[in-house]
């Protein structure tokens, strides 16, 4: 699994996507850690409603034990 790089959330959908948009487009998203778990799909939205990537700082993380130890940061 990629742990590096940035999320693909469609930051450039900024005020063009709306939340029902972005839930329908992940419906059938498998679950994946780092790329479409809880915490990416709920920050997945806020970003594209910042305009930037809000979990950049934590890092990424590829299980549920780096997932614990990036959001402790």
Same mark, same amino acid.
């Given at each position: ?21 972005? =839930? %329908? $487009? ?7 850690? @780092? ?6 799909? !709920?920050?997945?939205? +806020?970003? =594209? %409603? $910042? ?7 934590? @890092? ?6 780096? !997932?614990?130890?990036? +959001?402790?940061?």
């Amino acid at each position: 699994m990629r742990t590096t790089g940035t999320r693909d959330w469609g930051l450039g959908a900024r005020g063009k996507q709306t939340l029902p948009d972005y =839930i %329908a $487009a992940r419906l059938n998203t498998p679950f994946a850690w @780092g790329e479409h778990d809880c915490v990416c799909f !709920a920050v997945g939205w +806020l970003s =594209i %409603a $910042a305009g930037r990537d809000l979990l950049a700082p934590f @890092g990424r993380w590829k299980d549920e034990l780096s !997932a614990g130890r990036a +959001l402790k940061k």
